[in-house]
């Protein structure tokens, strides 16, 4: 079944601890993205990549890290967290990265809780 | 000003009628539009996508864009309980990767 996935689905964290958020895609996508979702503010990108080790910043980057090592996984990075990045994080691919129009397709979700 | 807006909700409207939902926009180099339906507790999945003015019908769903007053919208036809989600507008920003903007959804309720 064409999916991506994430890992874990739920955790609780205390602030300064690193956590890592797996994503994976088994559809031979070349973009990736992460995404944080918050009430009242929608949904936005954190992270890009276009391809392996291409990656790039969205729009609120600050206190992630993302590496693309390989073409179906996207890691996200907390080096240390804090209560402020408690949020819905969903990870997203797409089939092209330098098409227009492209769908992407989102992960079940993270639920983060940092103490 | 938001980039992409929407009206929050929640939306009410009564089963078998039309659910109308709207998005506006503010940056006019955006080229292509998407609705993802969000229910609670669940990824975004893609209901309808547009590039070009005017409307795309895809069974219940008629999506419709106006470029000159930067407007998108969405019609739901018979609108069903299963319909109750929240209703994600995306614009794209496309520069050398496709950037994917979104509004904060509105919440739709039908009911029965």
């Known amino acids: 079944e064409a999916q991506v996935t994430q890992n874990p689905r739920y955790l609780i964290t205390v602030t300064g601890k690193k956590l890592t958020v797996t994503c994976s895609q088994n559809?031979?996508?070349?973009?990736m993205s992460w995404y944080r979702q918050d009430p009242g503010l929608g949904l936005r990108q954190i992270y890009y990549s276009m391809n392996v080790e291409v990656t790039d910043k969205g729009d609120v980057p600050e206190g992630y890290k993302v590496s693309r090592k390989e073409k179906r996984n996207f890691p996200l990075i907390l080096e240390s967290p804090s209560p402020n990045q408690t949020s819905l994080y969903f990870c997203?691919?797409?089939?092209?990265?330098?098409?227009?129009?492209?769908?992407?397709?989102f992960g079940p979700g993270t639920r983060l809780l940092v103490l | 000003q938001k980039e992409v807006e929407q009206n929050s909700g929640p939306l009410s409207v009564p089963e078998g009628a039309i659910a109308s939902l709207n998005c506006t926009y503010s940056d006019r180099v955006s080229q292509s539009f998407f609705w993802y339906r969000q229910y609670s507790g669940k990824s975004p999945e893609l209901i309808m996508s547009?590039?070009?003015?005017g409307d795309k019908e895809d069974g219940r769903f008629t999506a419709q864009l106006n470029k000159a007053s930067q407007y998108v919208s969405l019609l739901i036809r018979d609108s069903q309980p299963s319909d109750s989600a929240t209703y994600l507008c995306?614009?794209?920003?496309?520069?050398?990767?496709?950037?994917?903007?979104f509004g904060q959804g509105t919440r739709l309720t039908i009911n029965p």
């Open positions: 559809m031979n996508h070349e973009y």
């Open positions: 547009i590039y070009s003015n």
């Open positions: 995306a614009a794209e920003r496309f520069q050398g990767a496709q950037k994917l903007v």
């Open positions: 997203a691919s797409s089939r092209f990265s330098g098409r227009v129009g492209e769908t992407q397709y």
